[in-house]
């Protein structure tokens, strides 16, 4: 186990919802990375951040924003869900920007998208 | 200049056997190269990582080999075994600023047969 935890494990939205996607960090790690998991494919890299600012975002659109808390626990939030949405959304956290450059998944949150 | 392309798509072998997965990618700021290890229905696992002043490492049946002059990387699992069934994941990072993502590889689902 990773102690990377994730809420919820199973989501179903409809188009055009927001929603909110929750993760709890490894105590000590305050860098926390999300990612976009389609079917069959590698996951692909949202953002970052770091003491509670992104430093970091792939080629997604502005409708896919986050926070991040003191408390070690996170949030990725999506506007206007589109089908293509659809997909497994994985958080992973290491110590910091120095140190070690392995990354702990969580389980990840599946949503599904009509 | 981003992409990781990973072979093959997937992979049967017989329990006991060798089981091989290739992986190569074009940008030479990559620092460090790990490989992940995804059971259905969970997060990636860190299985194994190089970085590419070694060309070899090795953690028990594990072995990553690492040609840098080639800009490729493999994964060896030894004495492979039904246990080894999953999705196997390369990935390359490098810094940006004071964030790393990972580029992940487009993954190969290992089937060991007893």
């Known amino acids: 186990e990773t102690g990377v935890t994730q809420s919820p494990t199973h989501l179903i939205k409809t188009r055009g919802q927001q929603v909110t996607l929750r993760c709890s960090s490894q105590?000590?790690?305050?860098?926390v990375s999300w990612y976009q998991q389609a079917l069959g494919q590698g996951p692909q890299f949202i953002f970052q951040?770091?003491?509670?600012?992104?430093?970091g975002r792939g080629n997604f659109p502005p409708r896919f924003s986050g926070l991040q808390f003191p408390n070690y626990s996170s949030e990725l939030n999506v506007n206007a869900l589109e089908l293509d949405d659809s997909a497994l959304y994985l958080c992973?956290?290491?110590?910091?920007?120095?140190?070690?450059?392995?990354?702990?998944f969580g389980p990840g949150t599946r949503l599904t998208v009509l | 200049q981003q992409q990781v392309k990973q072979s093959p798509q997937s992979l049967i072998v017989q329990k006991g056997g060798i089981s091989i997965i290739n992986c190569a990618y074009e940008?030479?700021?990559?620092?460090?190269f790990p490989w992940y290890q995804q059971f259905p229905g969970k997060g990636p696992a860190l299985l194994i990582a190089?970085?590419?002043?070694?060309s070899e490492k090795k953690e028990g049946r594990f072995t990553i080999s690492f040609n840098k002059s080639a800009k490729q990387f493999s994964l060896h699992i030894m004495d492979s075994q039904p246990g080894d069934s999953a999705t196997y994941f390369c990935?390359?990072?490098?810094?940006?600023?004071?964030?790393?993502?990972?580029?992940f590889g487009s993954g190969t689902q290992l089937t060991v047969l007893p």
């Open positions: 105590s000590g790690h305050n860098t």
């Open positions: 951040y770091y003491r509670e600012e992104e430093n």
């Open positions: 990935a390359a990072t490098r810094p940006s600023g004071s964030a790393r993502q990972l580029t």
């Open positions: 940008n030479t700021a990559f620092d460090y």
């Open positions: 992973a956290s290491r110590p910091g920007t120095g140190g070690t450059d392995t990354q702990y």
């Open positions: 190089i970085r590419p002043d070694v």
